[in-house]
Each structure stands twice: as structure tokens, then as C-alpha cells.
């Protein structure tokens, strides 16, 4: 309901005067929007969330954008931002597990659907594991690697598939609110995190501590409950 045709038009009408080159939709849902973009046909690039955790559903939105001819670029390609922990952090025993962060970038960048992707690079090492990643091959070892990581991840990682939207009798945005926390925790910006945790909640002051049991049951494993309670003793 966002990428309406005003935006179109507006996109549309940039590029014909040069202000932009491309031009493209940056969503956290490719399977509702990257159809929707391939039969559009305008175009250039798509910017979406992409990496070892995700479904097949993901994936196909992924190739169908990719074979209408837009230029696909992951984001999120950590599965939760275990990059940027340090030891100390709280959840640093949980998340460290070496070379999960290379195998991922691998991962990612050697799908043929993947033109490129933006991880982060805040210090020299992570410079030089995004060089190894473009030249070394995404091996059987490396997929040994993510299904053990992915597994540690489960009860903490949010994958984003919608499954819980619309679950919380009070209302409150469940995806989104994870997201938050993934922010705070994931990649240490706590700052970022809190204020899109405003922008979400508002007033409304729903509490999970209120409810007995939590509706939002997540198929993958996520501590939906213990998260939201996390998110709300965090920011709130």
C-alpha cells in the first residue's frame, strides 16, 4: 500500500531527468512485493533481506525479481547481526561461533540470483573476510557451519516471514518489535533500536507482562514472548 503510483511517478520522473540512475524498492517482504515488482517492469533493483535462514518462498520471490531483470541486493545477510558482537556482550556465548560470519557472506553472495550486498565493515578484519568471501566458493563445510549456527539462533532470531503479524490481541506490531531488538542486540545500536520501537508502539502502552500466555507462536522457534518482554524492558 506504500509503492503506490505516486511514488512510481515520482521515481519515474527522477530518472527520466537524470537526478537518478535507478530506480527500486527496498522491502523486508519479497514474496508479497518482488511479484509485484517483476510485473510492475519498471524497475532496476530490488534491496531485500536475504540470508541462510530464509524459506523457499523467499527464494523464489528472489529469482523472480532476478529473471525479470533487476539487479537484486541482500540485506541482512548476517541473519541477525552475530557480526558485531564482541566478547561481554550479553549474548556474545550465544551467537560466537567462528567462521559463521564468512560462511553467510558466502553464502549469499555465490547465490546466482545475488548481484551484490551490503554487509557492514567496521574494523580491518571484517574487510578482509568480505574479500575471502568473493573469492572463496560456499563449500559443504560451510553449510555444515549455518545449520549448526542457525540452530543456536532459533530461539533469538526473528526471520521475518509474517507468520505472527496480526497474532497479538492488543495489537502490538510483533515482527517489527523484534526487529527493534535485533538492532539493539544484533548489530550494538541501541539508539536505532529504541527509536523505531517509539515510532512503532506510540502511546499505546500495551504490555506483554499483562497477558498469561502469548498468541504469537512463531514456526521456527523463536521465544516470541521472552523477546517482546526483552524489547519492552529495553526500550519502553
Known amino acids: 500500500e506504500d509503492a503506490d503510483d505516486n511514488l512510481i511517478e515520482a521515481q519515474q520522473i527522477a530518472k527520466q531527468q537524470g537526478k537518478i540512475r535507478f530506480a527500486g524498492i527496498s522491502t523486508h517482504s519479497s514474496p508479497v512485493m518482488a511479484p509485484w515488482m517483476a510485473q510492475k517492469g519498471i524497475f532496476d533493483v530490488m534491496l531485500t533481506v536475504f540470508n541462510f535462514s530464509m524459506g523457499t518462498d523467499v527464494a523464489q520471490a528472489i529469482e523472480t525479481a532476478a529473471q525479470s531483470g533487476m539487479g537484486i541486493i541482500a540485506m541482512k545477510v548476517m541473519a541477525g547481526g552475530f557480526r558485531e558482537q564482541r566478547p561481554g556482550s550479553s549474548i556474545y556465548d ?39 568471501a568473493m573469492q ?69 502502552g500495551a504490555n506483554c ?12 522457534g523463536v521465544d516470541v514472548a521472552g523477546r517482546m518482554r526483552r524489547a519492552q524492558e529495553l526500550f519502553a
Open 94 to 132: 550465544k551467537l560466537s561461533q567462528p567462521g559463521t560470519p564468512l560462511a553467510a557472506l558466502k553464502w549469499v553472495i555465490h547465490h546466482p540470483a545475488i548481484a551484490t550486498t551490503i554487509p557492514s565493515i567496521t574494523d580491518a578484519d571484517q574487510l578482509e573476510e568480505n574479500v575471502r
Open 209 to 220: 507482562a499483562d497477558c498469561h500466555a502469548c498468541s504469537a507462536a512463531c514456526p521456527h
Open 136 to 204: 572463496e566458493p560456499f563449500s559443504a563445510s560451510d553449510a555444515k557451519l549455518l545449520a549448526a549456527h542457525l540452530e543456536r539462533i532459533s530461539p533469538i532470531y526473528c526471520r521475518m516471514c509474517g507468520q505472527c503479524e496480526s497474532a497479538c490481541p492488543k495489537g502490538l506490531p510483533v515482527a517489527n518489535t523484534l526487529r527493534c531488538l535485533m538492532y539493539a542486540q544484533g548489530y550494538g545500536q541501541f539508539a536505532l533500536g529504541r527509536e523505531k520501537f517509539i515510532e512503532l508502539v506510540g502511546d499505546r
